[in-house]
């Protein structure tokens, strides 16, 4: 009876679309919510109340349909099971460095890995930051790394479910020593007697959202027979053959077509099918029918650089034969495209998109490779009412690696990390009434950015954003008393695809990208403390992206070896990344290491020399192959650790003698 009553409920919401806006009866009056808000705490509020459902008319939801009004009981207010863990789980002295592994420190303490895999949220108190490390850890089912969530506002951390990343199975997390009496990781779950029904209604309401998605989200242009308007067909070049007996259409644009959907298509041995051509019209290749009359052709499956199709149909067939293409609705479409003034970059991009945004509504992209270089942030909205919005993109390390503005209705302004305050850096004189377009767009890795806004009538605003720390990680959007429709934000990675060079190191990456002067074909990945296994974290991410031909392995520093032995996190991302690279076509060249007092790195580099593979011997040219070895005179500052700016300019041209395809122009500024 419960699972009809659930079922009737959302079936009778189907009609809405993802993000709409519902009217649901609330204790005050009448309320709004998201179709999503609505989906979820209504799905989980039935669940926790399993055996207490209410009868009377109380706690109400009111869903507009075709007959009216219907109506569905929220539960009443239950309390969830925690699973309390108190300073004792904290067992092991020292702290979850940034790349997941651990750093041996009696300043601190760290937890062994703790499942995570029915929580609804994690409450810890006792986690830290700074630049090396630390914080809630999270790792996948294999106990691999995924991300860090850190906190710069104090001892305690709470993190939802909703954000937990992606694959999240376990976590780690560090207190310090100081702090260790009153630390605790409280986990939140649902009660334990209801727990065996979780995942079959959480699938029915996947299945169910699915089929609701698919039955409103998509625009179909629908081109009957009368599309057939030639005589002949299209022949296995592509070119064209008279014959009365088949008929076959003009050029069909498909730019944004999702699928297509053909009837009436043939095959034979000269020709006909769908034929797709690129922009210029010329033939790629065709995709026939040998097992009846239609044909659906996925956008996964259109050959690269599709642009165009022609279609063959008989002319016995001519009454019943259609070309119909899916698409996504075409007020999306509009904003989206129309919007960019980098259309062509955004068609490779990482985004997201809402309906609509109101006051501390925040809309998310993740999953962003750690680059610092050649990459563009956009932001479009609609707007009913505006306020203010701020933008931010980094791993919620602060300023290590973190940028943010605020865009108001007469100014922007830059955060500054060292004392958490806005600075005005400008008054933008633009006056946002249908629209506003935001794009931070970063060329070198200089700590400087350009910020791109743009409003109605064609208003244009332009300013240097100095210093902008800004990359990797999470971008998000956020709403700052703003009423915003058709939000759309994108991180470009469209020049991944072309660039020559992708050079990953750590602490060391600015030093080096700042030395590459009159290079652009390059995309620089790395910040301070980064371990090599993070790193590959990193490339994963670029490779949704796009391919690079090269891929130069600057990583190693911060995983010292043993006096006896490699690293094993080095060598485990070594040879991850060996095999990533030779699976996707790259060249992988790895640097040795050069070691410094107090930091081995003879093993590691002693596995490069054997591995087989073309390497640049870094450290012998800086004199510090050898354990207790010194760098030649001038190149390594006095911290022992990082060059000066001469060794940093000598590591650059190393990198600009073995990768002279980087100092072409494949720059988003280029494009």
């Known amino acids: 009876m419960l699972f009809k009553r659930i079922k009737d409920w959302a079936t009778s919401i189907s009609a809405f679309r993802s993000g709409d806006v519902i009217p649901v009866d609330g204790p005050n009056g009448t309320a709004k919510m998201t179709k999503d808000s609505l989906l979820q705490e209504t799905a989980q509020s039935t669940l926790a109340g399993i055996k207490n459902l209410p009868d009377k008319n109380e706690g109400y939801l009111a869903l507009n349909d075709a007959n009216g009004t219907g109506k569905f009981e929220f539960s009443k207010i239950f309390k969830y099971d925690v699973v309390e863990n108190g300073p004792s789980v904290f067992s092991n002295s020292g702290f979850v460095n940034n790349d997941g592994g651990t750093n041996p420190d009696a300043d601190y303490r760290y937890t062994d890995y703790i499942d995570i895999g029915d929580a609804l949220s994690i409450d810890a108190c006792g986690v830290f930051n700074n630049k090396y490390g630390g914080g809630i850890a999270f790792y996948n089912s294999a106990k691999r790394h995924i991300s860090s969530i850190y906190n710069t506002g104090g001892n305690t951390k709470v993190v939802d479910k909703a954000d937990f990343p992606d694959g999240a199975a376990f976590i780690r997390i560090t207190t ?38 698919v039955a409103v989200k998509y625009d179909v242009v629908e081109n009957g027979p009368s599309v057939f308007s030639n005589s002949g067909f299209v022949n296995n070049d592509g070119g064209l053959n008279p014959d009365a007996s088949y008929r076959h259409t003009d050029y069909i644009d498909i730019g944004d077509a999702l699928s297509i959907d053909a009837c009436g298509v043939f095959n034979n041995k000269y020709g006909g099918g769908i034929a797709f051509y690129n922009s210029s019209k010329r033939h790629i290749s065709s995709i026939y029918n040998t097992g009846g009359n239609t044909k659906v052709v996925d956008k996964a499956d259109f050959p690269d650089g599709a642009a165009f199709i022609r279609v063959t149909t008989s002319t016995a067939l001519l009454s019943s034969s259609f070309v119909n293409l899916k698409k996504l609705p075409s007020d999306i479409v509009e904003y989206v495209d129309s919007s960019s003034p980098r259309g062509e970059v955004f068609k490779n991009s990482l985004n997201a998109r809402s309906n609509s945004m109101v006051d501390g509504d925040v809309l998310t992209v993740n999953n962003i490779p750690s680059v610092q270089n050649n990459n563009v942030l956009h932001f479009f909205a609609c707007i009913t009412a505006f306020d203010a919005v701020e933008i931010y993109i980094g791993s919620y390390n602060g300023m290590w690696e973190s940028g943010k503005i605020k865009i108001t209705a007469s100014s922007v302004y830059l955060y500054k990390w060292n004392d958490s305050t ?100 390059f995309a620089i990945d790395g910040y301070a403390g980064r371990g090599s296994v993070a790193a590959v974290g990193s490339f994963e991410k670029m490779l949704v992206l796009g391919k690079p031909k090269f891929v130069a392995w600057v990583m190693g520093m911060n995983d010292g070896d043993s006096s006896e032995s490699i690293n094993e996190g080095y060598k485990n991302a070594f040879d991850g990344m060996r095999t990533l690279c030779q699976s996707n076509g790259i060249l992988f060249v790895p640097f040795t290491i050069p070691n410094v007092p107090g930091r081995i790195h003879y093993f590691k580099n002693l596995y490069i020399k054997n591995s087989g593979l073309f390497y640049v011997d870094m450290a012998s040219a800086l004199g510090a192959d050898e354990i207790g070895s010194s760098w030649f005179s001038g190149m390594l500052s006095q911290d022992n650790v990082h060059p000066t700016a001469q060794g940093y300019n000598f590591i650059a041209g190393l990198i600009k003698a073995n990768f002279a395809g980087i100092s072409s122009d494949h720059s988003v500024e280029g494009e």
């Open 422 to 521: 806005y600075e005005l850096i400008a008054q933008h004189g633009l006056t946002f009434s249908e629209f506003i377009q935001a794009d931070i767009i970063t060329v070198t890795p200089n700590r400087k950015s350009t910020l791109i806004i743009k409003s109605s009538g064609s208003q244009h605003f332009e300013c240097e954003l100095n210093p902008w720390r800004g990359y990797g990680s999470n971008f998000t959007v956020t709403s700052v008393g703003s009423v915003l429709s058709k939000v759309f934000m994108a991180y470009s990675g469209k020049c991944f695809s072309y660039i020559d060079t992708a050079i990953f190191s750590d602490s060391y990456s600015e030093g080096i990208s700042q030395n590459l002067e009159g290079c652009s074909n």
């Open 176 to 213: 310090s020593t100081a702090l260790l009496s009153s630390s605790f990781v409280n986990l939140k779950k649902l009660p334990k007697d209801i727990t065996d029904v979780t995942d079959s209604l959480a699938i029915f309401i996947e299945e169910l959202e699915a089929k609701s998605e």
